[in-house]
């Protein structure tokens, strides 16, 4: 299995919502980020777990927070979202730090 | 602070026509150089990791190659389902920190039958 698994493919919210975005893999990798993606740009981190510690992208608003239930399992809490938040949110998982990143197909949020 | 800048950002090519991407990079130390492919709405897919200045990558139409600057994707007589973003990436040495990659903007590739 070589896969990332990311749910919903498609999420609507509107600003005074609450919502999560889950991503899952089963390749034994040990780091997880969360990039997003805005149309025409390229994607840009947000966050890293690795080794059950989290690394932060200082310019990512609190309105995310990034939740790693387990080594397979990443999760991305969604609160008090603004329309400029509407973007395409990637999970990707690694081997460990450095080497080739798996990447899911992203979930499309739209916010309202 | 790492920098990836990719040229040209799109370029238009007909079926059989090679060419070569570019990507020059600034960074504190790199700890790898990759290349995805993207198709629009989907998730990048991987295609060749570059440690090392000299190193070479190879796979069907596609050659990637590094120095200690820039990195260069050549594509051998293209055809329209190698029509796609490309995007070029670096991994850097942190002070023990996690990181994870640094994208430059892509170079948009279409290719004509």
């Known amino acids: 299995d070589t896969e990332v698994t990311q749910t919903p493919k498609h999420l609507v919210m509107g600003m005074t919502n609450k919502k999560s975005l889950k991503c899952e893999q089963h390749?034994?990798?040990?780091?997880m980020y969360w990039y997003k993606q805005k149309a025409k740009k390229p994607p840009e981190l947000m966050f890293v777990?690795?080794?059950?510690?989290?690394?932060i992208n200082e310019s990512v608003p609190s309105r995310f927070s990034p939740e790693c239930p387990n080594s397979s399992l990443l999760n991305l809490h969604l609160h008090a979202l603004q329309p400029e938040d509407s973007a395409l949110y990637l999970c990707?998982?690694?081997?460990?730090?450095?080497?080739?990143?798996?990447f899911g197909q992203g979930t499309r949020l739209t916010v309202v | 602070e790492d920098q990836v800048t990719q040229s040209p950002e799109a370029l238009r090519l007909q079926e059989g026509e090679s060419s070569s991407l570019n990507c020059s990079y600034t960074v504190s130390g790199l700890r790898g150089l990759f290349w995805y492919r993207q198709d629009p709405g989907k998730g990048p897919e991987f295609l060749f990791t570059l440690y090392s200045a000299g190193e070479e990558k190879e796979k069907e139409r596609l050659k990637a190659t590094l120095t200690k600057k820039e990195s260069f994707l050549h594509i051998t007589a293209p055809k329209p389902e190698d029509s796609a973003t490309y995007l070029c990436?670096?991994?850097?040495?942190?002070?023990?920190?996690?990181?994870?990659?640094?994208f430059g903007k892509g170079t948009h590739l279409i290719i004509q039958p």
């Open positions: 777990y690795s080794y059950e510690k989290l690394s």
């Open positions: 390749m034994g990798h040990r780091a």
């Open positions: 990707a998982s690694s081997q460990d730090l450095v080497g080739r990143a798996f």
């Open positions: 990436a670096v991994q850097a040495y942190s002070g023990g920190g996690a990181d994870g990659l640094t």
